[in-house]
């Protein structure tokens, strides 16, 4: 073969190919142990039906009084007596005649039939917090380790009442043995009325309204008194 024929031969041979070049292996992150992890939002909990559970309510605290109580003196628990009073048409009526009403129709003691018609009336807005129509109330009372005659005799007897009632400005106007006293208080011309319940063998409840106050400082101010007083009668019937 010729030099020539050598050469346009070698001509024809296809190029050579290199060899592709290999890409780069991406090598996935293994978390550490202990590293944080994203916060995950947990979803609203839903009751059987898939509908969002509802939030739960707050008790009932009407007249300075929870609902448990008004259940244990009355028979009957806040959301009962609104809508029972509803019925009734006590939002025409006045406060006096809603009290009558729950003393005489329903039979609830005369300082409860107070408590739940001031709690109506601040349920539906004709009444602001503490007030009636004679002006603001103050609210309180106390269960107490002893019989009932006992604890009405610590109020009545001028001078047992002394031991946990000192200098207090109060002069009773009326009782009802076992069950109720009014007092007057000498300084503003306000007024007190003390209630009692049994609550057994050896327990007994005393609830005081202290009515006719000028503002809610006042009720604040005796409000606070009447605490504390309550608290002294506990400690000297109970003997702690």
């Not at 041979?13 to 978390?31: G, W």
């Not at 300075?64 to 609104?82: N, P």
């Not at 200098?167 to 009014?182: L, Y």
Request: proline share 5%; glycine share 8%.
């Amino acid at each position: 073969m010729t030099i020539a024929a050598t050469r346009k031969a070698q001509a024809r041979k296809p190029a050579s190919r290199k060899p592709a070049a290999r890409r780069p292996i991406k090598r996935t992150s293994v978390r550490k142990a202990g590293a944080a992890r994203p916060a995950v939002r947990k979803a609203p909990a839903r009751g059987r039906s898939g509908a969002r559970a509802p939030a739960r309510a707050k008790p009932t605290r009407l007249a300075g009084v929870g609902s448990e109580a008004v259940l244990k003196a009355t028979g009957r628990a806040w959301d009962e007596w609104l809508r029972l009073l509803d019925r009734a048409g006590a939002k025409a009526l006045g406060h006096k005649d809603i009290a009558l009403m729950l003393s005489r129709k329903f039979s609830v003691p005369d300082w409860w039939s107070q408590m739940i018609t001031v709690g109506y009336e601040q349920a539906r807005g004709l009444r602001a917090v503490y007030q009636k129509a004679d002006g603001y109330s103050a609210y309180a009372s106390k269960t107490v380790g002893t019989q009932l005659a006992r604890l009405y005799a610590a109020w009545s007897n001028p001078v047992q009442r002394a031991r946990w009632l000192p200098d207090a400005p109060v002069e009773v106007s009326r009782s009802t043995d076992g069950k109720s006293i009014r007092m007057r208080w000498t300084q503003g011309g306000s007024r007190v009325d003390v209630g009692f319940y049994p609550k057994g063998a050896e327990k007994s409840m005393v609830a005081v309204e202290h009515g006719r106050l000028d503002d809610p400082k006042a009720v604040a101010r005796q409000k606070a008194f009447w605490s504390a007083a309550l608290a002294r009668l506990k400690v000297v019937l109970e003997g702690r």
